[in-house]
């Protein structure tokens, strides 16, 4: 009887055994599960929007109390590449820009600081602003980065993924000005029929400064 019943409790006991593993193997599997969707969620493309030229003015009063930074924008090839490229890629990608020289002439005046060649001003993942801009025109490698201070720990996936989307697009034709005050010299800055040019010109006609 004793034999018996020490059969039976042995059973029991490793039935009981059985089922606690089967249930930490479906608790390690559902963590695993969960941890997975975690990382997925955190590699993630970040989705960037172009701002257009219309809805400009709608973004600066938007973010007109953020904090502006460069951080976070790590140097990468991106950085090496003629920013007269950069606008043909940005182009191909994004369309045109938010801003060109033409939108930046006030009251007929062109202020020194603010002679650029283009602006594009984008919304990152439905919230997070940031501009891209030349630094010299067509005369530099590479372009400015700038986003909002607050969200610096993602601009280095933000810059990884813009690096992809234009190194991996063909570039589109385009035709920029530029005033260079250093320089004192309008340009016409363009890409056609897969040459990049720069050319000294007079001040567009259309351009009217008093």
């Given amino acids: 009887m004793s034999t018996m019943l020490n059969t039976e409790e042995l059973s029991a006991s ?28 955190q590699f993630e493309e970040p989705v960037i929007k172009k701002v257009s030229t219309e ?29 007269i490229e950069l606008r043909a890629r940005l182009e191909s990608v994004f369309g045109e820009p938010t801003k060109i020289i033409e939108d930046i ?9 603010k002679a650029i060649q283009f602006e594009y001003w984008f919304i990152v993942d ?10 010299d025109g067509p005369f530099a490698d590479g372009l400015v980065y700038v986003g909002a201070s607050r969200y610096i720990d993602l601009m280095p996936a933000v810059k990884r993924s813009l690096t992809r989307q234009l190194l991996e697009t063909e570039p589109k034709a385009y035709i920029d000005y530029f005033f260079s005050p250093e320089r004192e010299q309008w340009y016409e800055v363009r890409y056609q029929n897969g040459e990049y040019t720069k050319k000294e010109v007079d001040k567009p006609s259309h351009i009217r400064l008093y």
């Fill in 105 to 113: 002439v006030e009251r007929g005046k062109l202020r020194a600081g």
């Fill in 14 to 41: 490793k039935t009981s055994f059985l089922h606690t593993c089967k249930i930490a193997i479906a608790v390690f599997f559902l963590i695993m599960l969960v941890s997975t969707s975690n990382s997925n969620a």
């Fill in 126 to 135: 439905g919230e997070i602003p940031m501009m891209i801009l030349d630094l």
């Fill in 55 to 83: 809805d400009a003015a709608a973004f600066e009063a938007e973010f007109k109390d953020i904090k502006w930074t460069g951080q976070g924008f790590n140097y990468n090839e991106l950085d090496r590449v003629p920013a």
